[in-house]
């Protein structure tokens, strides 16, 4: 029985290039949902195995929507994750391929893609009103029917050729090393398909006591004198009242059974409440992984 993976669609997506890359060579259906609460939801009441959702951006920061749901929402786990390099595209309809930036009225995209290319829309495209988008591939589908148009979108190559558009403008992104984080969530254990041994992280989300001066640092410290490396910490309001805050901390190691228990511990002795997100692995994708 082929296994029913969720992804932020329609199809065309970043997110769904990560989900072919982490489910590549599986008897797998992939089924498009319109927002990530609906992929979340998905997975979070059996509808499907598995859900991709993107979690982080290198430009742009965390995806907080993913980040909240994850946390408000639901208790299924982080099962994996991969990184994947980003390259945003300006396309056109094939009936406007002879049109010049100039020309353009409208440009569609998602809010993140959007954000992505700053610099080349303040440089060239000041003139054009911005139209936001649920994702990046919604942004090719209504420019592809709309064809009589002058409109753009910004978005993936995946979506260009689904859609049957044509490139304006290759690799308009503001920043080259532009890589996005894309989690899994389901019940079932799953381990990437990668060529090279994995690595590992672990996700927790810290609630401090309130009225505890020096907390967050002596969270910090069980991790620091215990050598424990930490890639990112970052709080997300707790939506109880203004100043109070979870923090999402992103460990660089699996789950063991001596330094993170020891850690977690010691942190709950100050009367902190530790939830673990996942303990999973991950892979990160070059560029010449993705395009060839």
Not at 33 to 60: C, H, Q, R, T
Not at 227 to 247: A, D, H, M, Q, V
Request: charged share 20%; hydrophobic share 40%.
């Amino acid at each position: 029985m082929s296994k029913k993976i969720a992804f932020l669609g329609p199809h065309g997506t970043f997110t769904e290039e990560a989900a072919h890359s982490i489910f590549e060579n599986d008897q797998v259906q992939y089924i498009s949902f319109g927002s990530i609460p609906d992929v979340l939801d998905a997975v979070a009441m059996k509808k499907v195995d598995y859900a991709v959702v993107p979690l982080e951006n290198s430009i742009e920061g965390s995806v907080n929507l993913t980040l909240d749901w994850i946390i408000h929402e639901m208790e299924l786990p982080i099962l994996a994750e991969l990184v994947l390099p980003i390259a945003q595209h300006l396309f056109v309809s094939t009936a406007q391929s002879s049109i010049s930036l100039s020309q353009i009225q409208r440009i569609y995209s998602h809010p993140q893609a959007i954000a992505q290319c700053r610099r080349f829309i303040h440089n060239h495209l000041t003139h054009a009103e911005i139209i936001y988008t649920n994702s990046t591939a919604e942004a090719a589908e209504t420019v592809s029917e709309n064809p009589e148009k002058p409109w753009a979108a910004i978005g993936t190559r995946l979506a260009k050729e689904l859609y049957s558009l044509t490139f304006l403008k290759e690799s308009i992104e503001d920043y080259k090393d532009n890589y996005t984080r894309f989690i899994v969530v389901g019940e079932n254990p799953l381990q990437l398909r990668s060529t090279q041994t994995p690595s590992y992280r672990t996700m927790i989300l810290v609630t401090l006591p309130k009225d505890y001066p020096g907390a967050l640092y002596q969270v910090l410290a069980a991790f620091a004198w215990r050598k424990i490396n930490l890639s990112r910490i970052e709080s997300r309001p707790t939506k109880k009242g203004l100043g109070n805050y979870y923090f999402i901390i992103d460990i660089e190691q699996k789950m063991d059974d001596v330094l993170l228990p020891g850690a977690f511990a010691e942190i709950e002795a100050l009367g902190c409440q530790i939830r673990i997100l996942g303990s999973y692995p991950y892979d990160v994708k070059t560029k010449d992984e993705v395009h060839s």
